[in-house]
Structures are given as structure tokens and as C-alpha cells.
């Protein structure tokens, strides 16, 4: 587990998650939310940060959508999450590829490459 990024995420039964990491090394745990929440735990900069959804667009992906638009309320940082999803796992399915378009107060955008998983805890 690398010792950079969010910290580990548990589900409980019932639920699903959405963890995505960066692709350029170091491999970082950068997002994370969970299908009934509607908020997300990203890493904005160095420092983990929950923020809320404020839409969410394309294709159905088990609990979520294929685009996923988030704003933090402090520091009006945008983040745009866009996937492709994979093949079926066990309990979830693979993101082949995605990116993370981060865009600061200034309009500064940063986009990160993603991979990741859908995983879902039977209930």
C-alpha cells in the first residue's frame, strides 16, 4: 500500500465504492466515494478532501456514472472525474482508464490519469 495518497476506505455490507488511482509513479490512492453518499474523498494537492457531488452525467457504472462533477465549497476547487469502465469483476468491475481534471480557484486545471476499480460489499 503506498504511503502517499488517502488512507484506506472500508465499505460496509450493502455498499459500493469507487476507488481510483493515479497511473504516474508513485502510484497514489487519489479518490474515493461511495454509491449513496453523493460526496468524494480526493486527494486536492496533498491533503485528503471530501467534497460534494454537483452532477453527474454518461453512462450507468453499477452505482455511478461514467462523469462525475465535484466542488469543494472552501476552496472552490472543480473536479471532473471521467471513466471507462472495464470487464466484470467479482463484486465490481474494472476502470480500464479514466482522468481526474482538477481546476483551482484561478482556473488552473491538472489532469490525472486514472485507473481503478467499482467494488460492492454483498449485502
Same mark, same amino acid.
Given at each position: 500500500?503506498?504511503?502517499?495518497?488517502?488512507?484506506?476506505?472500508?465499505?460496509?455490507?450493502?455498499?459500493?465504492?469507487?476507488?481510483?488511482?493515479?497511473?504516474?509513479?508513485?502510484?497514489?490512492?487519489?479518490?474515493?466515494?461511495?454509491?449513496?453518499?453523493?460526496?468524494?474523498?480526493?486527494?486536492?494537492?496533498?491533503?485528503?478532501?471530501? %467534497?460534494?457531488?454537483?452532477? #453527474?452525467? +454518461?453512462?450507468?457504472?453499477?452505482?455511478?456514472? !461514467?462523469?462525475?462533477?465535484?466542488?469543494? &465549497?472552501?476552496?472552490?476547487?472543480?473536479?471532473?472525474?471521467?471513466?471507462?469502465?472495464?470487464?466484470?469483476?467479482?463484486?465490481?468491475?474494472?476502470?480500464?482508464?479514466?482522468? %481526474?481534471?482538477?481546476?483551482? #480557484?484561478? +482556473?488552473?486545471?491538472?489532469?490525472?490519469?486514472? !485507473?481503478?476499480?467499482?467494488?460492492?460489499? &454483498?449485502?
Amino acid at each position: 500500500v503506498p504511503a502517499e495518497g488517502l488512507p484506506p476506505q472500508r465499505l460496509e455490507a450493502g455498499q459500493c465504492g469507487l476507488f481510483l488511482w493515479g497511473m504516474s509513479a508513485p502510484r497514489r490512492f487519489v479518490f474515493f466515494t461511495e454509491g449513496s453518499s453523493g460526496d468524494a474523498l480526493v486527494l486536492l494537492g496533498e491533503t485528503p478532501t471530501s %467534497i460534494p457531488m454537483t452532477s #453527474a452525467g +454518461g453512462d450507468v457504472f453499477g452505482q455511478f456514472l !461514467t462523469r462525475m462533477n465535484f466542488e469543494d &465549497p472552501v476552496s472552490k476547487a472543480k473536479v471532473t472525474v471521467s471513466i471507462k469502465p472495464g470487464e466484470p469483476l467479482e463484486g465490481g468491475q474494472r476502470v480500464d482508464s479514466g482522468n %481526474i481534471l482538477f481546476r483551482d #480557484a484561478a +482556473g488552473w486545471e491538472t489532469v490525472l490519469p486514472v !485507473t481503478g476499480v467499482r467494488a460492492c460489499i &454483498p449485502g
